[in-house]
């Protein structure tokens, strides 16, 4: 049979063994494995659809000229909105126009602040992959983002503080058109 040839090789009797599960242990009774309390958190699940598709950008010349001669200022006003004013709109879009002229992928840089907008307004992740459609698409995908935030009621050229007084210093909820549970 088995023989025991440390103290150390098993826990005491009185000792409940690890399972990686709560469990519920007094004195002398067996442990009792307890429900297990701490759920992961939800999985992100989109409920709407963009206000605009990707393609269009004509839809909007002001937002579509700034973004083509400067899609840095574009970024860094995404960037201030989204991060409702921890960052400012100079500091994003010196740090994208940087990251672009050293090593030419600014998008990979961009496409965080794409999901993270789309966490924020639970939007679709569409056509494709944040990452893909900053990639192949950047002027594309700054445009639509720029028009989103406007369509939410942002004023862009004002910033987040100018936004948060209009609406009395309230921090911008999101607006959903449909409710799931």
Same mark, same amino acid.
């Given at each position: 049979?088995?023989?025991?040839?440390?103290?150390?090789?098993?826990?005491?009797?009185?000792?409940?063994?690890?399972?990686?599960?709560?469990?519920?242990?007094?004195?002398?009774?067996?442990?009792?494995?307890?429900?297990?309390?701490?759920?992961?958190?939800?999985?992100?699940?989109?409920?709407?659809?963009?206000?605009?598709?990707?393609?269009?950008?004509?839809?909007?010349?002001?937002?579509?000229?700034?973004?083509?001669?400067?899609?840095?200022?574009?970024?860094?006003?995404?960037?201030?909105?989204?991060?409702?004013?921890?960052?400012?709109?100079?500091?994003?879009?010196?740090?994208?126009?940087?990251?672009?002229?050293?090593?030419?992928?600014? $998008? *990979?840089?961009? !496409? @965080?602040?794409? %999901?993270?907008?789309?966490? =924020?307004?639970?939007?679709?992740?569409?056509?494709?992959?944040? $990452? *893909?459609?900053? !990639? @192949?698409?950047? %002027?594309?995908?700054?445009? =639509?983002?720029?028009?989103?935030?406007?369509?939410?009621?942002?004023?862009?050229?004002?910033?987040?503080?100018?936004?948060?007084?209009?609406?009395?210093?309230?921090?911008?909820?999101?607006?959903?058109?449909?409710?799931?549970?």
């Amino acid at each position: 049979m088995y023989q025991q040839t440390s103290d150390h090789a098993h826990p005491p009797h009185n000792q409940p063994t690890a399972t990686g599960y709560p469990v519920s242990y007094s004195g002398n009774h067996p442990p009792i494995p307890l429900p297990y309390t701490s759920a992961p958190p939800p999985e992100f699940k989109a409920v709407s659809d963009w206000s605009t598709d990707l393609f269009d950008c004509f839809s909007d010349y002001n937002s579509c000229c700034l973004t083509l001669w400067c899609p840095c200022v574009t970024f860094g006003r995404i960037a201030e909105i989204v991060d409702k004013g921890s960052t400012s709109c100079g500091a994003s879009g010196a740090l994208y126009t940087l990251i672009t002229y050293l090593t030419g992928f600014g $998008c *990979l840089y961009s !496409c @965080f602040y794409r %999901t993270k907008m789309r966490k =924020q307004y639970m939007l679709k992740e569409s056509p494709c992959c944040d $990452c *893909l459609v900053h !990639c @192949f698409c950047e %002027t594309c995908a700054l445009c =639509q983002e720029y028009r989103e935030l406007q369509n939410r009621g942002f004023d862009m050229v004002a910033g987040w503080n100018a936004n948060a007084e209009v609406n009395r210093g309230v921090s911008m909820a999101p607006t959903y058109e449909h409710m799931t549970r």
